[in-house]
């Protein structure tokens, strides 16, 4: 059985949720307290043992290829300033693991975006790590999904229960048999109104996928919201191969959208020890003035 080392992370979307903040800045550069989204996707990535990394970038995604790299002036100057810690944060980003890069055209979807790096995966199972998610978790998520890799020797991919009214937001799977927090894929969807979900387990931008998924997304066929969509290959693949799901154990974080973004960057800063004090206090204060003018 080949192991996982290669990881494709897709960050070639136009991010309009976050206009107009998005119109020259890559919204997986937006930064949760003081760190970019993408960052702690890539922490993530090395925290599981992934080897090579490729992002999908796109028109407007330069500033992702920057943070990545050697910042020489900027170095220089906390150097010669003495802001030692301030430089070695600076340094963490460029010394990570070998990260690729490869462009999609046309933000034409997830799917394609994936199929973007077919090159760069070759025949061999590989990780695919959404920025719209970050998770919090004693062993990390990826890490936690290759484990189970390695157990079914399948595709696996992340999954958490959504609240019924939320399944139109996810890609949705119905589970055929379940072993603990492990379920055998029967059927996935993407999208599905309330109706139509077969269950409330959604997919939460973490996969190990086996390479024949890349045959199914070359038909680049197109699916829910006019998008070549990850879930319908996938769909494909459950047909010719076993799949299965993991409801991954930790805190999973929305930063795709703007509340799941702010509630974050709370949370955030409410575990860092310079700004929990000040703005538990701040917090305090907000809500009692709101509770006050409640009462009028
Ligand atoms: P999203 O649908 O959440 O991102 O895709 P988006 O399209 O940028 O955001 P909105 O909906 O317009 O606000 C999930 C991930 O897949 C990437 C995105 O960059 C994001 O990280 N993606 C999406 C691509 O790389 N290419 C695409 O064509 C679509």
Not at 38 to 55: M, N
Not at 203 to 218: K, N, V
Not at 260 to 289: C, H, M, Q, W
């Amino acid at each position: 059985m080949k192991r996982v080392k290669k990881a494709i992370i897709p960050a070639a979307g136009l991010g309009t949720r976050f206009l107009p903040a998005t119109k020259a800045m890559p919204k997986e550069m937006l930064p949760i307290v003081d760190k970019p989204t993408i960052q702690y996707i890539v922490e993530e990535a090395i925290e599981s043992g992934i080897e090579d990394i490729i992002i999908v970038t796109g028109k407007g995604k330069r500033a992702i290829e920057d943070h990545f790299d050697h910042a020489f002036e900027l170095e220089q100057n906390l150097f010669h300033k003495g802001k030692i810690e301030l430089l070695k944060k600076v340094q963490e980003s460029s010394k990570m693991v070998d990260i690729h890069y490869i462009r999609q055209k046309e933000p034409k979807g997830l799917g394609h975006a994936v199929w973007c790096a077919r090159n760069f995966i070759g025949n061999e199972p590989f990780a695919v790590l959404l920025g719209d998610d970050i998770v919090q978790a004693k062993t990390p998520c990826l890490k936690q999904l290759m484990e189970q890799y390695e157990k079914t020797k399948s595709s696996v991919i992340g999954v958490k229960p959504v609240p019924k009214n939320e399944t139109h937001r996810y890609g949705i799977i119905k589970a055929k048999a379940a072993s603990g927090r492990l379920y055998e894929v029967e059927h996935l969807v993407e999208k599905p109104e309330i109706e139509m979900a077969p269950s409330n387990l959604a997919i939460m931008g973490r996969y190990i996928l086996s390479p024949e998924i890349f045959t199914f997304l070359a038909k680049k066929e197109i699916g829910a919201g006019g998008e070549i969509q990850l879930t319908d290959a996938i769909e494909q693949l459950s047909q010719i191969e076993r799949v299965f799901a993991y409801h991954f154990e930790g805190t999973r974080y929305d930063v795709g959208e703007k509340l799941g973004f702010i509630l974050t960057t709370i949370d955030f800063a409410l575990k860092n020890s310079d700004l929990k004090r000040p703005l538990r206090d701040y917090l305090e204060r907000v809500l009692s003035e709101e509770a006050a003018i409640d009462n009028l």
